[in-house]
């Protein structure tokens, strides 16, 4: 399983100079070459205020979000970043990494790969406690990988990552009462035997597990009553800086510091983080209602850009969103993604491409976006500089193009109205589904259903309303018949590879697009030749090429991160090869700053 810690990457390269050759219009070349040369320069990646540090103190925390979070405290549970950006206060990770997201041995856990025989062993650091001053066990570093394999298992990691561990799919059969690849050497050691390894292991991939969790709370609990037990929802213990007081589902979390933290007490008496709906964060955080912001939209840039009492952070983002097609549905019975293209409405390649060509992210990105976003050429961000492949020209914004390739593959408007038909000469409606969030994505979403329009295409949004976050998820999961197409996003963490995500038996894998070609080279990136860098890097651009040409799921966007801080914080960074220690923070008054 990928490293999904938010907090860390190197500032790399600027993004914002991508794609702009691409659209052929000698304006917006002018225009994008002006910006090239300052996105590393837009924000700075850390800020000192002034002032001598108080005693404790409690750090406000706001994340914007315009429904309640769904309140699983699990790493093998959780199924959306909102409940991960909760839990990194608290975090259960065994493992630190560094600038170029390698895992190294300074974290409570370090690792010695054996690439000859297929196996990496994990020795924990002697003397670290849970929250509740239960000492860190081996068996504690076994209990992830019992529940994900566990034949009652339903959530999503039990990926195709995770199958690469010896006697995996064995155990979630129920062909064995446990997997045989997972071996405690002693009270501080294991073993995982891997069918292959690769560089992704040192990432956190190849199957290996980042995080702990306490046996000696959840080991008897059985594993399909887990996700709704209370030492999930209401009393989960932590091995991170600060520890959970007090939940108020879907609202707020009340953290105290964790006085049983292996890198030494918090210099904070505690942590409180609330949901902030869109509409209301901008003047909350000139009011002084908050110290720190996650989840900040750029779109609300003007409205805090002349507030005194913050600093604003940001920085590239390991991000992408796209446009997906859904080709196919997944069989939960026989574990895997089954491809229809001849089936499916969207199994048209040139449609598809089509109307990656319809949208004009350029112009989004530059008037709701303020060019804190922009185009994306590629499924792998740029600051993977080692595999990103810049010579992809992506979907720009070209409707001719798109007028050309629906005219070639049969789609023409039958009865003069102004939209098209399919090939057979039938009404065609293709059902989006997209995201809810403030007044500009309402914008946003309309402006691409009128690209769409332009070139004839009758897009309309599924349930005729935008979808809120939770149930956006649950539905594009399900394969819900009421969806063509939808726009979603993936925050890639520190592990490139697409292992987890495009598989065969990947239930992240929401196009439902599958092919020998794509699998095989899936399997060829995390492969033992890949510990050759220049295969390596061979294989993800036939990836990424792959991708582009099949348009089951086209890259729209990447993004600049954001982060608004108060000015009462005396030291903070998001650079991703130095972040702040959490149990670090430090306050330079009782309450945070409003804006004069």
Not at 267 to 278: E, H, T
Not at 478 to 499: H, R, Y
Request: charged fraction near 25%; glycine fraction near 8%; charge should be negative.
């Amino acid at each position: 399983m990928r490293i999904r810690r938010w907090s860390l990457l190197v500032l790399l390269i600027s993004i914002l100079l991508v794609l702009a050759a691409c659209r052929g219009d000698d304006k917006i070349k002018s225009k994008e070459a002006a910006k090239e040369q300052t996105t590393e320069d837009l924000f700075d990646v850390s800020v000192s205020n002034k002032g001598e540090p108080i005693k404790g103190g409690t750090l406000q925390v706001a994340i914007v979000k315009d429904e309640p979070f769904k309140g699983v405290f699990s790493w093998e549970l959780y199924e959306d970043g909102y409940d991960a950006n909760i839990m990194s206060w608290a975090s259960n990770s065994i493992f630190e990494v560094d600038g170029d997201f390698l895992i190294t041995d300074e974290g409570i856990a370090s690792m010695d790969v054996d690439q000859k025989n297929k196996k990496v062993t994990i020795k924990i650091r002697d003397g670290v406690k849970w929250s509740d001053g239960e000492p860190l066990k081996i068996e504690d570093v076994i209990l992830p990988y019992l529940i994900i394999g566990h034949p009652s298992y339903t959530g999503v990691r039990h990926d195709s990552s995770f199958q690469n561990i010896v006697g995996a799919e064995e155990y979630h059969s129920g062909k064995a009462k446990t997997i045989s690849g997972i071996k405690k050497i002693d009270d501080e050691t294991l073993e995982i035997s891997f069918k292959q390894l690769s560089p992704a292991i040192y990432s956190g991939g190849d199957g290996l597990w980042t995080y702990a969790a306490p046996s000696h709370q959840i080991a008897d609990i059985p594993i399909d009553q887990l996700i709704e037990s209370d030492e999930v929802r209401k009393n989960p213990v932590t091995l991170g800086p600060f520890k959970f007081k007090k939940i108020v589902p879907g609202e707020s979390v009340q953290f105290v510091k964790n006085e049983y933290y292996w890198k030494g007490k918090p210099k904070l008496d505690g942590v409180v983080i609330k949901i902030v709906p869109s509409s209301s964060i901008s003047v909350a955080i000139g009011s002084g209602n908050y110290d720190l912001v996650m989840g900040f939209n750029a779109t609300k840039m003007p409205e805090i850009e002349n507030y005194n009492n913050i600093n604003v952070l940001g920085r590239p983002e390991l991000y992408y969103s796209y446009l997906g097609f859904k080709v196919g549905k997944y069989n939960y019975e026989a574990k895997k993604v089954e491809t229809n293209m001849n089936g499916s409405k969207m199994g048209n390649k040139k449609l598809r491409q089509a109307m990656g060509y319809a949208l004009d992210i350029e112009q989004v990105s530059e008037v709701f976006y303020h060019n804190l976003r922009t185009r994306a050429n590629s499924l792998i961000p740029p600051a993977f500089a080692s595999f990103y492949d810049k010579s992809l020209k992506g979907y720009y914004y070209d409707p001719e193009k798109a007028k050309s390739l629906l005219d070639d593959a049969g789609y023409v408007d039958v009865n003069g109205d102004g939209l098209r038909e399919d090939p057979n000469g039938k009404k065609l409606e293709i059902k989006l589904a997209a995201l809810s969030g403030d007044s500009a994505q309402e914008e946003i979403i309309a402006y691409y259903i009128q690209n769409w329009k332009d070139i004839g295409l009758n897009v309309t949004l599924t349930s005729d309303r935008l979808i809120e976050f939770n149930s956006f998820y649950d539905r594009v999961r399900a394969d819900d018949p009421e969806i063509d197409i939808f726009m979603g996003a993936w925050g890639t963490g520190t592990n490139p590879s697409p292992a987890g995500l495009f598989g065969a038996t990947d239930q992240y894998n929401f196009t439902r697009y599958t092919s020998k070609s794509l699998e095989t080279t899936i399997k060829n990136i995390d492969s033992a030749k890949s510990f050759d860098k220049k295969y390596r890097a061979q294989q993800f651009r036939a990836f990424q090429q792959h991708l582009e040409d099949v348009a089951t799921m086209i890259p729209m966007q990447f993004r600049y991160e954001i982060y608004p801080v108060n000015k009462r914080v005396k030291n903070y960074s998001i650079d991703y090869s130095n972040p702040t220690e959490l149990h670090e923070i430090e306050l330079v008054a009782e309450e945070p700053i409003a804006s004069k």
